[in-house]
């Protein structure tokens, strides 16, 4: 199966949750480009930022949406509030329910200590990560999903870091959370089967959010520089949109129960449905990861193109 062409999502309403930047955005605006109309939900507007403090917001992700084809709505939701999203569960309510639902919220990475052990790192800070991180995920489940089970053959996508539950150092609460949002899709597969619903998880690559590419000093058009010998990895990094274009293909895809409880990665979905990056390319970071660093091979001294 290849991408959905425009529209084919046309009638649809989907919910994003942490739509304001990164593979959130990313996922409203494929959603949007497939027709449907997408409720962008987070926390920073135009007239209000989160503590994240970036320049992104609902509102910017709503206009790309429309801009691609879709509706676009924004609503600011702090997920954290069980009052914010029951005012977003009345006001989707009021377009007949939920077709997809995709559960990206988190606002964890500034409580994440990737170079302490637990023990010795800041606990307020690592509970505030896991109530970020997990807490949200079950309220916006709560209060979402009966308008999901009103419509059929509904999609719940959850989003995390990782296909699986190996640990490859991440500091425990980062690791808890993924996990957990892991075990949270595997879960609703089996409680929403029986009403025709699909439940799954996606997990990006190594991604340029734009974060990461602040982080690096670099912008989406000059990321190559920021490939080094010390990160040598960013080289078979990928955009936000190589995910979202996934989850688009996926959410148009008449069969998408086959993956009913599963961690897909986004280079499962170029396998599967042929999706490409914004350049064109493949990116393969699953490959990458256990062909190099899994096999004890020195990434300075590899060319990465074979891995996009």
């Known amino acids: 199966m290849t991408e959905p062409q425009p529209r ?6 989907a919910v994003v949750t942490g739509a304001t930047r990164g593979c959130g955005r990313a996922i409203a605006v494929e959603l949007g ?3 449907a109309t997408v409720f962008a939900t987070g926390r920073s507007t135009r007239g209000r930022r989160s503590e994240l403090d970036r320049p992104e917001t609902i509102e910017g ?3 790309l949406v429309s801009q691609a084809g879709g509706r676009g709505v924004p609503v600011r939701c702090d997920f954290t509030s069980v009052a914010d999203v029951d005012a977003l569960a009345e006001r989707v309510a009021s377009e007949g329910g939920i077709d997809i639902l995709v559960d990206d919220v988190w606002g964890g990475d500034r409580y994440a200590d990737h170079s302490s052990p637990f023990w010795e790192a800041d606990l307020d800070d690592a509970l505030t990560l896991v109530r970020n991180g997990l807490d949200t995920h079950l309220i916006a489940l709560h ?3 009966p308008l999901l089970l009103r419509r059929p053959g509904g999609l719940l996508v959850e989003v995390t870091d ?3 539950d190996t640990n490859v150092g991440a500091a425990l609460p980062y690791y808890l959370v993924k996990c957990g949002v892991r075990a949270i899709a595997r879960s609703m597969a089996d409680a929403l089967a029986p009403h025709g619903g699909t439940a799954l998880a ?4 190594f991604l340029r959010s734009e974060a990461m590419l602040a982080s690096f000093g670099v912008t989406e058009a000059t990321w190559s520089e920021a490939v080094t010998d010390e990160r040598p990895e960013f080289a078979v990094s990928e955009t936000p949109t190589y995910l979202g274009r996934g989850v688009a293909a996926l959410a148009a895809d008449p069969e998408v129960g086959r993956f009913a409880g599963r961690t897909l990665a986004s ?3 170029m396998h599967t449905y042929g999706v490409t990056d914004v350049d064109g390319s493949r990116p393969d970071w699953g490959r990458y990861f256990t062909e190099v660093f899994l096999a004890g091979r020195d990434p300075r001294t590899l060319d990465a193109a074979p891995y996009r």
Not at 8 to 13: E, F, K
């Open 143 to 145: 209060r979402l999903l």
């Open 267 to 269: 280079w499962t979905l």
């Open 61 to 63: 992700t709503a206009e």
């Open 162 to 164: 990782n296909d699986d």
């Open 33 to 35: 480009r497939a027709g």
């Open 8 to 13: 084919y999502l046309r009638g649809r309403i």
């Open 202 to 205: 996606v997990t990006p690559g």
